[in-house]
T-cell receptor, first 116, second 115 residues
């Protein structure tokens, strides 16, 4: 079974509007972390936001927020007020177990294209 | 801001040749990783490294692959005899024990093309 599933291969969004990128995960661990990374066309992987499994509040980081629904095992990324520079590939990832040294497992990604 | 650096940015090699990809992780990080991304596909875990030994490896990381930390700064990935299917972007990453999230900081990648 896939550990991380991103069901939207690609999305268009109008500049200045919000967009929600879906991510569902599968783990039996009680302690885990969920991450979103951005990969622009230049190829680097940029860390955006993190949600711990024990965090009671949804994570926010500037225009990024994470809609964490633990019972549904979903961790959707919301980008508010989209900008042209948000056009990129977005990957959801999960760390199982405690933070120190554990690998991240990535989903297949969602390509976002922001239209002017 | 400290960053992970990788060299070369692009390498073209003939099938069967050995390739070494180099990485300089962030200086106070203790955990190191290699990932690969075949064009247009997901980012796949290869190996993690801590305290001068492999802590975990995926089934992709077979006997053709090896990693080494030859000195206090470099972290290398060696592919002994490259195959066509090894063509991919290879990312090095590092993480710190002190960061709550354990997020990985990635380099800009080394694109490997096997002909």
């Amino acid at each position: 079974a896939q550990k991380i599933t991103q069901t939207q291969p690609g999305m268009f969004v109008q500049e200045k509007e919000a967009v929600t990128l879906d991510c569902t995960y599968d783990t039996s661990d009680q302690s885990y972390g969920l991450f979103w990374y951005k990969q622009p066309s230049s190829g680097e992987m940029i860390f955006l936001i993190y949600q711990g499994s024990y965090d009671e509040q949804n994570a926010t980081e500037g225009r990024y927020s994470l809609n964490f629904q633990k019972a549904r095992k979903s961790a959707n990324l919301v980008i508010s007020a989209s900008q042209l520079g948000d056009s990129a590939m977005y990957f959801c990832a999960m760390r199982e177990g405690p933070a120190a040294g554990n690998k991240l497992t990535f989903g297949g990604g969602t390509r976002v294209l922001v239209k002017p | 801001e400290p960053e992970v650096t990788q060299t070369p940015s692009h390498q073209v090699t003939q099938m069967g040749q050995e390739v070494i990809l180099r990485c300089v992780p962030i200086s106070n990080h203790l955990y190191f990783y290699w990932y690969r991304q075949i064009l247009g596909q997901k980012v796949e875990f290869l190996v993690s490294f801590y305290n001068n030994e492999i802590s975990e490896k995926s089934e992709i990381f077979d006997d053709q692959f090896s990693v080494e930390r030859p000195d206090g700064s470099n972290f290398t990935l060696k592919i002994r005899s490259t195959k066509l299917e090894d063509s991919a972007m290879y990312f090095c990453a590092s993480s710190s024990r002190t960061r709550l999230a354990g997020e990985l900081f990635f380099g800009e990648g080394s694109r490997l093309t096997v002909l």
